[in-house]
Nanobody, 126 residues
Framework: QVQLVESGGGLVQAGGSLRLSCAVSGRTFDIITMGWFRQSPGKEREFVAAIRWSGGTTYYANSVKGRFTISRDNAKNTVYLQMNSLKPEDTAVYYC???????????????????WGQGTQVTVSS
């Protein structure tokens, strides 16, 4: 089992920054990929970014590329999402997720992830 706990959400004005953290515990050696997803009311869960746990390769949704940065600290078992130049359309509940199997190019698919955190709310005011 893997446990994920997000933190760092909040209210910020457009153009501001937030850093989300995802603390990972349990069978961390099983993890292949860590991802961040977000979901706003009435919308499907949306891929934001992903990182390979061992190699560190990163992937981003086009909507956040150049503004968000995903990183991990394996010593602390923590994954981060640095969000800069935030926009009102970034408002959502943000979830971190862990995938135990190599999904190849399907890192963006939420159905491939096995473990999920409880989510943290990010609200960007205009």
């Amino acid at each position: 089992q893997v446990q994920l706990v997000e933190s760092g959400g909040g209210l910020v004005q457009a153009g501001g920054s937030l850093r989300l953290s995802c603390a990972v515990s349990g069978r961390t050696f099983d993890i292949i990929t860590m991802g961040w997803f977000r979901q706003s009311p009435g919308k499907e869960r949306e891929f934001v970014a992903a990182i390979r746990w061992s190699g560190g390769t990163t992937y981003y949704a086009n909507s956040v590329k150049g503004r968000f940065t995903i990183s991990r600290d394996n010593a602390k078992n923590t994954v981060y999402l640095q969000m800069n130049s935030l926009k009102p359309e970034d408002t959502a509940v943000y979830y971190c997720a862990a995938d135990r199997e190599y999904s190849g190019t399907l890192y963006f698919s939420h159905i491939k992830y096995d473990y999920w955190g409880q989510g943290t709310q990010v609200t960007v005011s205009s």
